[in-house]
């Protein structure tokens, strides 16, 4: 029972073009979420979160989008860079109650 | 500090052997998880500690498997009579409690042959 859903494994994208990464999941109890960046001989790191009270946040070049009605979640990188090639996943959790969950991961993989 | 520190980075063991790895979270982290990678999945949850507690520890994958972090500092990931099904990469991640983002070491590679 996958409970974090990524179902496009890779994603290309020209230099400077918006990329546009989706999750969707299926807990209705999640109230957290959050997206990791993992580069190859790396562990993840941590790149942006979103309660499950708010419906974007945004860092820099990158936005989240929660959309709670639909159990659906996005990260938007604009611009992107090839320095953002890498192996992104979404997660989530009951806040400070359970362990994260992942999902499968998405490669991006920007052309400059 | 320099953040998670897991240990070795990797591993090739014959089938049947036993393992163990070693995690040093961020020290002022009480929180430690395992996870394991394998290729083309997400990091799968194994077991969690808060301090020297194990909080979690049914979704270990069998009872081959066994975690131990005897003084809420370092934590050990025991693999016993290893199989090929086994070889993954096995992560390791700390928290503080009461906050939700973990930091991650960059893993032990294990390979059973």
């Known amino acids: 029972d996958q409970q974090v859903k990524q179902n496009s494994p890779s994603l290309s994208v020209q230099e400077g073009r918006i990329s546009i990464l989706n999750c969707d999941y299926t807990n209705s109890m999640f109230d957290y979420f959050l997206w990791y960046k993992k580069y190859p001989a790396e562990g993840p790191t941590f790149l942006i979160s979103i309660s499950s009270i708010k419906d974007k946040n945004e860092d820099g070049r990158f936005t989240v989008f929660l959309n709670k009605s639909a159990k659906h979640l996005s990260l938007h990188i604009v611009p992107s860079q090839p320095g953002d090639s890498a192996v992104y996943f979404c997660?989530?959790?009951?806040?400070?109650?359970?362990?994260?969950?992942f999902g499968k991961g998405t490669r991006l993989s920007v052309i400059a | 500090d320099t953040g998670v520190s897991q240990d070795p980075r990797h591993k090739i063991t014959k089938r049947g052997q036993n393992v163990t790895f070693r995690c040093d979270p961020i020290s002022e982290h009480n929180r430690l998880y395992w996870y394991r990678q394998t290729l083309g999945q997400g990091p799968e949850f194994l077991t969690y500690f808060q301090n020297e507690a194990q909080l979690e520890k049914s979704r270990l994958l069998s009872d081959r498997f066994s975690a131990e972090r005897p003084k809420g500092s370092f934590s050990t990931l025991e693999i016993q009579r290893t199989e090929q099904g086994d070889s993954a990469m096995y992560l390791c991640?700390?928290?503080?409690?009461?906050?939700?983002?973990?930091?991650f070491g960059s893993g032990t590679r294990l390979t059973v042959v």
């Open positions: 991640a700390s928290s503080q409690s009461g906050t939700d983002g973990y930091t």
């Open positions: 997660a989530a959790s009951v806040r400070g109650n359970t362990p994260l969950v």
